[in-house]
């Protein structure tokens, strides 16, 4: 009893150290600022109940993010419960709205265009946009009036490129000092790369991912997805609660310097580490095969493929008595990891021309319940039918204000106490811009039809 009253005193204290430390609540009562909260949220798509279990709620992100890097990590805030403004171009809007087919299509067939990129789709959820050019001094100024509500920004342009607007960090934290203020690039904010404008496949091709992936006697081979950007948001966005953790203590923001080129080789992990204990070159593309473990790769089968990970002796052992060849494990050239490393075209040609007698569905039957890993492998449509995916609620359906019904991939993330997840559709263009402007920075319906007319929102 004792530790649950602390918990709740240390909980509700981190709250209202979050919301106090905006610079133009500060002022206001504390029924002001839940008054505040509530009214943000009550004009958008309906939520679920403002209860308090999703672990950024009243957290305020202004998204000046495009692509994949910068929306997945404010995507990632706007699932834990944070809400998110999306900042975009009045007509192009963000790039990938353009990154299509395929389209969802809209269900009237009213809608100009081909409808909503599945990429844009991806990556924006828990959203709101707000269609507006700050290459105009109005479009500043209403960013400025945001960035005094908001908690965190987040933007991926080339250094630099946002002073001109007064939109950088030096700027900025004069207008609110606790402002959370995260950049993501190429190559950073330093380094002789700075001004170098880079997507995934080019920071993978130099930083070494590139070089390591693929098959082993093929070509160097990008990852299937563009792995480094979402690595990079997934790092930016940790970065970010970390530092509103630190406001609580400090009172004050900072300015978070993100790179695609960092992330990616601080995910080189071991296959970095090594290089640097022993000093030698890597050993370069091992496809689905491991450099120090044997049996550990792909193997066909009648109609596909599938794995085994045999990571120890016993394992070993298990995989010879499933496939009906208990011999192997008594033979001197695999009784040890060691020793299969040494014969590994042998033993793997044994288990390749073995495996290929049975269906992968047969396999799959006679490992279950072995102990052993192993793993088909699956096709995208097979992955999101997956008995488990779908066991895990890993796809949802929701309701998109111009296509209907569509489904997206979840949040991966579970809580015991909270249930982050798709709480609204991806939005349309400037879907929410007279609500931030009418609901959150009081603009009457005249300033909003002249801003409209002047080109600076839509």
């Given at each position: ?10 909980t509700?204290?981190l ?135 908001c908690?965190?920004?987040?933007e ?34 330093t ?56 406001r609580?203590?400090?009172?004050k ?74 011999e ?16 590994r ?30 793993a ?76 409209k ?6």
């Amino acid at each position: 009893m004792v530790f649950q009253l602390s918990e709740m005193k240390v909980t509700f204290k981190l709250q209202r150290s979050l919301i106090a430390h905006r610079p133009i609540l500060r002022q206001s009562t504390e029924s002001n600022i839940f008054r505040r909260t509530a009214q943000w949220r009550s004009y958008s798509t309906p939520l679920p109940a403002a209860d308090g279990t999703l672990p950024l709620q009243g957290i305020r992100v202004l998204d000046m993010t495009r692509v994949l890097a910068g929306p997945y990590c404010t995507q990632i805030l706007g699932d834990l419960g944070a809400d998110v403004v999306k900042v975009e171009h009045p007509v192009r809007g963000d790039d990938t709205r353009a990154w299509g087919p395929p389209y969802a299509k809209p269900k009237d067939g009213s809608q100009k265009g081909p409808g909503e990129s599945a990429y844009y789709l991806a990556v924006n959820r828990n959203k709101k946009s707000l269609a507006l050019s700050f290459a105009h001094p109005s479009g500043v100024d209403i960013l400025h009036r945001l960035v005094k509500e908001c908690d965190v920004l987040v933007e991926n342009y080339l250094p630099g490129s946002l002073k001109k607007y007064n939109m950088d960090y030096e700027t900025l934290r004069e207008i609110n000092p606790s402002l959370i203020y995260a950049s993501i690039t190429g190559y950073g904010q330093t380094g002789p790369y700075s001004n170098r404008a880079g997507y995934d496949v080019m920071v993978e091709a130099e930083f070494g991912l590139m070089h390591i992936t693929g098959s082993r006697e093929g070509e160097p081979v990008k990852v299937g997805v563009a792995v480094t950007d979402l690595t990079t948001g997934l790092y930016t966005s940790n970065a970010i609660m970390a530092a509103l953790l630190a406001r609580v203590r400090t009172g004050k923001g900072q300015h978070i310097d993100a790179c695609l080129s960092d992330c990616q080789v601080a995910t080189l992990a071991n296959i970095a580490s090594s290089a640097l204990i022993s000093g030698e070159k890597d050993s370069g593309r091992w496809g689905t095969e491991h450099p120090s473990i044997v049996p550990y790769r792909n193997y066909k089968t009648l109609d596909g493929g599938i794995l085994f990970g045999g990571g120890n002796d016993r394992l070993f052992g298990v995989l010879c008595d499933r496939l009906g060849r208990p011999e192997w494990k008594e033979d001197p050239r695999y009784l040890t990891n060691s020793d299969r490393v040494k014969h590994r075209a042998e033993i793997d040609g044994l288990i390749g021309d073995c495996v290929k007698e049975k269906t992968t569905k047969e396999w799959l039957e006679i490992m279950e319940g072995s102990g052993m890993p192993y793993a088909a492998v699956n096709d995208i449509q097979e992955t999101l039918n997956h008995e488990h995916v779908r066991a895990r609620g890993m796809v949802t359906e929701v309701n998109h204000p111009t296509c209907g019904p569509i489904q997206l991939v979840n949040t991966p993330i579970k809580y015991s106490h909270a249930t982050p997840g798709v709480r609204t559709p991806p939005p349309t263009l400037g879907q929410h811009t007279n609500e931030i402007l009418g609901e959150v920075l009081q603009f009457g319906e005249k300033q909003i039809a002249q801003l409209k007319q002047d080109g600076v929102v839509s």
